[in-house]
């Protein structure tokens, strides 16, 4: 969508499922419209004996609360959304969306365990392109790196470079022969 300032606007983040890239998109987005800080910081109640500024700025924050819980209401399935209704601040869905879906350290940790005994045993077929294998495997380490491991780019270099076909034979001995292995 373009404004009269022919600034685009960005499009709001549909959750689909997949939480690590969403909240990762609704992060951006929140912090471009200013509502990130409320979204994580949550809004505070004024002291009983708040100067008038300060009652204002609370309003404010409300208000940015509001618009921030408005735009996660509008953007979570109905199936989820029905499960954090009863959240009165945008901080409190933030977290309970987070809490549902990216699960406790122990499954992240064995869903980490899987993708790397998928990176490891990943090979490329007869039929790939270079293109295709090159794509799979980097699919493979994006998951990783999203589930903290902290992967070298080398790594995934080697690791394409190991596990192509023997039509492609000459490209690793060229790297080997450059790396001195």
């Given at each position: 969508?373009?404004?009269s300032?022919?600034?685009?606007?960005p499009?709001?983040p549909?959750f689909?499922?997949?939480?690590?890239?969403?909240?990762?998109l609704?992060?951006?987005?929140?912090?471009?419209k200013?509502?990130l800080?409320?979204?994580e910081?949550g809004?505070?109640?004024?002291?009983t004996?708040?100067?008038k500024?300060?009652?204002?700025?609370f309003?404010?924050?409300?208000?940015?609360?509001?618009k921030?819980?408005?735009?996660?209401?509008?953007?979570?399935?109905?199936?989820?959304?029905e499960?954090?209704?009863?959240?009165?601040?945008?901080?409190?869905?933030?977290?309970s969306?987070?809490?549902?879906c990216?699960?406790?350290v122990?499954?992240?940790r064995?869903q980490l365990?899987?993708?790397?005994?998928e990176?490891?045993?990943?090979?490329?077929k007869?039929?790939d392109?270079?293109?295709?294998f090159?794509s799979?495997?980097?699919a493979i380490?994006?998951k990783?790196?999203?589930?903290?491991?902290?992967?070298?780019?080398v790594?995934?270099?080697?690791?394409?470079?190991?596990?192509?076909?023997?039509k492609?034979?000459?490209?690793?001995?060229?790297?080997?022969r450059i790396?001195?292995y």
């Open positions: 969508m373009i404004s300032d022919n600034f685009v606007q499009s709001i549909c689909d499922g997949h939480y690590d890239h969403w909240s990762m609704m992060e951006n987005f929140l912090r471009s200013e509502y800080n409320v979204v910081s809004v505070a109640e004024p002291a004996r708040a100067t500024a300060q009652k204002t700025e309003e404010v924050l409300k208000l940015k609360d509001l921030a819980k408005n735009y996660l209401f509008e953007v979570i399935d109905r199936s989820i959304l499960t954090i209704l009863c959240k009165e601040t945008s901080k409190k869905i933030w977290d969306m987070e809490k549902k990216q699960g406790n122990k499954a992240k064995v365990q899987g993708f790397g005994t990176f490891e045993t990943l090979r490329m007869s039929g392109t270079v293109t295709d090159f799979r495997t980097m380490a994006s990783m790196r999203i589930h903290g491991e902290q992967m070298q780019d790594t995934i270099v080697e690791k394409i470079l190991r596990s192509m076909t023997q492609f034979n000459f490209c690793c001995l060229l790297y080997r790396e001195g």
